[in-house]
């Protein structure tokens, strides 16, 4: 065998291709997956090695030696590698960065894979003992005390800094008293406890499982589909309990964990086995944790958002999605990937089978199962004898609404919570009102920067842009015309609660959404409150729409339904339907059944009527049918290319650039749309457009794409805009 002599590296900047360098003697056992430190222009970088080889096209002058080799073995291994190479391919994104949003950020940064574990703080037999209340006068640290006599004796920083403001002061004081004393923990906690025994499943659940289980060692992709309260997540964790018994992993991709706590506590609590949960909440050090422990199969379930889907799972037997709907499987900036097709790709390279599972699938993977590519699996009933909700449209045309509650709503509400219910009403708007406007001369409150309204926020009298953050005091008089009656039409979450604040003294309202549950341990509070009941009436934006149980609640009040039935993007209704199921959902799931009542002024709208009187799956037949005619996905396919500039001139030269460049490359199976200003032309003082190509296959579409994509950089027009690309758009905002 001829000597290896140079290695093909990725390094972590937006050019395409990779870069040869050259190999000492004692560098040459370096392997594909491992990182190494090299000097890119002026700049000393981490690089991962892609291929090695014998030669380079380079002429021996310009290839620079390899400074460092830092890892013995790949810190990716193949099927990653192979992963990402792929998803660099598809998503046309290079591949440096595509390798170095896989990696954690100390692996990025090129430190060592080895991890030190965590300071945690431990009750000494003293502490053990000692009654709390004894430190009375240390308000705070008798309150630590007793945490930590609840956490059965040991807490770690990062979940104090969760569940406390400012603890450090109080526990220095517990150690001076030799309460508690710091050493250095695990660096994740991965402690084995006791399983729950699962309930016995039924036959639906049975068959799921067993089908399943079935296909375990091929590529096969499952969807699950099911109303929320039909069991799906004690069929994820009956075939999960089966893999770790054969000394095997398993992935759980889930939306937004940080907001699902409960989740990832079923799952330790039925398994009796180390869970590692890598979300958004972890620091550096817990990530690489997770992440070597992960890749060493020291643990064997993973539960994470999108980007877990790096994690390297030597052992993977299976890749579970739950919620495979939701919009935040996508990356929405630099490398746009969405988890749930690279789960399926990473599925097919190393022959397992994925399980999608969902109350109201994606359109896409609804039609692949329809299409018997998908095998289709069915959940119809709710597991534990709960009845589905009852869904009502109330009809609000001429009726007195107050602060965005209609009369019959309220009166509803206060049934409801005669009879010992909880109540929980949805409002995809946070703040007091979405607007301010003069009543003499029709002033309102456009944000100088966005072409979007200032929200008003009545706490603190300031009006504020959600879509760029400005922020100004709400005037009290017409800044045009010095009218004095200024007005507020509509309501967010903020007008709702005062309102039925002042309507029903004796009730105890809670509010969740951003703005109230911005500090530390807010939100876990208040999920607390909802979940034993002690709040009776839930007033939340989406933040209570997905994944939460609040077996109490009997009613669900959805507000503002109308602004969703007339969205512009073409998948708005889509999305408001799968809204208006998951949040049905809530209502009704322990023995008291449910009650939906969706507020609207539009009652015979097509979609809510085929919502209401064919289920989500009436909705999606019809809503794919329309999908059909126009021409969108999943019957054919996007990729958009967005630019933005501080002059408006600046992006359509761009387009229209890139646009005539297109011509002599286009094929008649790909069509072109644009330049078109965006949707929302005006964000943050930038101007935005955006070009749109179409096609109905795949490969056409990206075969336009290779021999497009590379020139783009090189036009003229390129300095003054900032362009990005986005295959498969979820968002044509
Ligand atoms: P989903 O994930 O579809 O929302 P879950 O798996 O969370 O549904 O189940 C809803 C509730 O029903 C949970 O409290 C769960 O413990 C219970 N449950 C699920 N399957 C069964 C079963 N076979 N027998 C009894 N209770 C069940
Ligand atoms: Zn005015
Ligand atoms: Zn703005």
Known sequence: MSEVKFARVAVPVPLFGLFDYSLEKHQQSVSPGCRVEVSFGRKSLTGLVMETSQTSQLPANKIKAIDRVIDETPVLPGAQLKLLQWAADYYHHPIGEVL?????????????????????????????????????????????????????????????NAVIENWRPAMQGLEAKQLVISKEGPCLDIRSTEAIPAPPLNDEQLQAVTDVSASLGQFKPFLLQGITGSGKTEVYLALVEKIIKQGEQVLVLVPEISLTPQLIQRFKQRLGVPVAALHSGLNDRQRLCAWTLASENKVQVVIGTRSALFTPLPNLKLIIIDEEHDNSLKQQEGFRYHARDLALVLARNTDIPVLLGSATPSLET?????????????????????KPPKIELLNICNRPVEHGISDILLSRIKQHLE???????????????????????????????????????????????????????????????????????????ERIEQALTECLPDVSISRIDRDTTRRKGEL????????????????????????????????????????????????????????????????????????????????????????????????????????????????????VLRTEASRKEACMAFLNEARTRLQPLSSAAV????????????????????????????????QLLRQWIPGLGKQKTANRVRWSLDIDPQDMY
């Open 524 to 639: 876990n509070d208040k999920l607390a409150k909802a979940h034993s009941g002690e709040s009776q009436i839930l007033i939340g934006t989406q933040m209570l729409a997905k994944g939460h149980d609040f077996p109490n609640v009997t009613l669900v009040g959805i507000l503002n339904t109308d602004q969703g039935l007339f969205s512009a993007d073409f998948r708005g209704t889509e999305h408001m339907a799968q809204l208006i199921i998951q949040v049905a959902g809530r209502a009704g799931r322990a023995e008291k059944p449910g009650e939906v009542l969706i507020q609207t002024h539009h009652p015979d709208h097509p979609l809510l009527q085929t919502l209401l009187h064919q289920g989500y799956e009436g909705f999606a037949e019809a809503a794919l049918a329309e999908r059909k005619m126009a021409r969108f996905p999943p019957y054919a396919h996007l990729v």
């Open 671 to 702: 069509e072109a749309y644009g330049p078109l200003p965006a949707p929302m032309e005006k964000r943050a003082g930038r101007y935005r457009a955006q070009l749109i190509l179409q096609s109905e296959q795949r490969k056409d579409l990206h």
């Open 100 to 160: 170095f949003t896989a990696l954690p950020n100390l692996l990025k940064q090129g430190q060592s894979t080895q991890v030190r574990g965590e300071i945690i703080w431990q009750l000494t037999e003293t502490g053990r003992l000692l009654d709390p209340s004894e430190l009375k006068r240390a308000v705070k640290q008798s309150g630590l005390l007793k945490l930590l006599q609840q956490m059965n004796g040991i807490i770690s920083a990062e979940h104090l």
């Open 366 to 386: 609804l039609n692949n199962a329809l299409k018997q590519q998908y095998h289709y699996l069915k959940l119809t009933r709710r597991a534990s004898n709960a």
């Open 419 to 493: 009879q010992q219910g909880q109540v929980l009403l949805f409002l995809n708007r946070r703040g007091y009102a979405p607007l301010l406007m003069c009543h003499d001369c029709g002033w309102t409150t456009e944000c100088p920067r966005c072409d979007a309204h200032m929200t008003l926020h009545h706490h603190n009298k300031r009006l504020q842009c959600h879509h760029c953050g400005h922020e100004r005091q709400a005037p009290s008089v017409c800044p045009e015309c010095g009218h004095e009656e200024l007005f507020s039409p509509g309501a967010g979450t």
